[in-house]
């Protein structure tokens, strides 16, 4: 496995990553009994019968004491391929650990991948196949500050994004005016009630206009990041159990690459993550190698 053949697979896992932090707050808590659109409680775990856009509201709001999450996710990504993996995220402090199977259009663009972020740094592991480019060592450490050295945008940036506002991409849905309700499922042994609606560009550039400043920046550039893929409009799908949390996420939309259907379920959240650095033994680190080869075209 070449040095590129591991940053397209990574950038693929890390693809995966974002798309989980879209979601991530959605299934969030607000720490007590009460509910953001006035509703009583009902038994924990049970559906609870409100309207559409309530129950999305109150889901893409119940986020502010939200510090962490455990996820399962399948599904397609344009320009990528299909994948499965798993992944925990904390917020504070930032860590994520995620392993990831990617199904992609060539060989150096499939296989598995785990992820490690912890300590400003991104940790890479391809497995033994790419230890072969790297003196034997199976894990790639990549720096904040290092990312375009892959050949690219800083992949960590994504990810530390998570820092801002992960929910804002969650609370797009509010912005979807043919909200329904599907029906009730069990998800994960846990009953649910899903949710559906479609969400334009046009509807969400409309709404820019009643946002602060720094959430009205972040809106445009997730608009005119999909306004470049070809997207008009996508759908998406909450399943949202009786304690208003979200327990499944779906988004569908189709870019100039091919359609996008991404499936997270939430496994946990609020739980402790922990997640540690690779043994030094066991891995490269890319300044260093960088200035390894200044070092050595300096010298020729």
Not at 24 to 43: L, M, P, Q, S
Not at 93 to 109: I, L, R
Not at 243 to 263: I, N, V, Y
């Amino acid at each position: 496995m070449t040095m590129r053949s591991t940053f397209v697979r990574g950038g693929a896992a890390l693809g995966a990553a974002a798309l989980a932090l879209t979601a991530f707050t959605a299934c969030g808590d607000d720490g007590g009994d009460g509910r953001a659109d006035g509703r009583k409680g009902g038994n924990a775990g049970e559906p609870v019968d409100v309207t559409p856009a309530a129950a999305v509201r109150t889901a893409t709001e119940k986020a502010e004491d939200f510090t962490s999450l455990e996820y399962r996710m399948s599904g397609e990504v344009p320009g990528e391929g299909s994948m499965e993996g798993t992944g925990a995220i904390s917020m504070d402090p930032p860590a994520m650990q995620m392993t990831m199977t990617v199904d992609g259009a060539s060989p150096d663009e499939s296989g598995e991948m785990e992820i490690r972020l912890v300590d400003d740094a991104m940790y890479m592991n391809a497995g033994d196949e790419a230890a072969a480019g790297m003196d034997g060592k199976t894990w790639l450490k990549i720096g904040m500050s290092e990312g375009e050295a892959g050949g690219g945008e800083n992949p960590l940036l994504e990810m530390k994004q998570a820092d801002e506002n992960p929910a804002e991409d969650a609370q797009m849905m509010n912005a979807a005016d043919d909200l329904k309700k599907v029906g009730e499922e069990e998800i994960e042994g846990v009953r649910t009630t899903r949710y559906t609606g479609t969400v334009a560009l046009d509807d969400l550039r409309a709404e820019l206009k009643g946002l602060d400043a720094k959430t009205k920046k972040n809106r445009q550039e997730k608009i005119d990041e999909m306004a470049e893929q070809g997207v008009d409009e996508f759908t998406m799908d909450m399943w949202i159990d009786g304690e208003d949390h979200t327990k499944q996420f779906r988004m569908q939309a189709e870019t100039k690459e091919g359609p996008l259907d991404t499936t997270l379920t939430f496994l946990s959240y609020n739980e402790p993550v922990t997640v540690q650095a690779p043994p030094a033994s066991e891995t490269a680190d890319m300044d260093q190698m960088m200035q390894d080869m200044e070092d050595a075209e300096a010298g020729a």
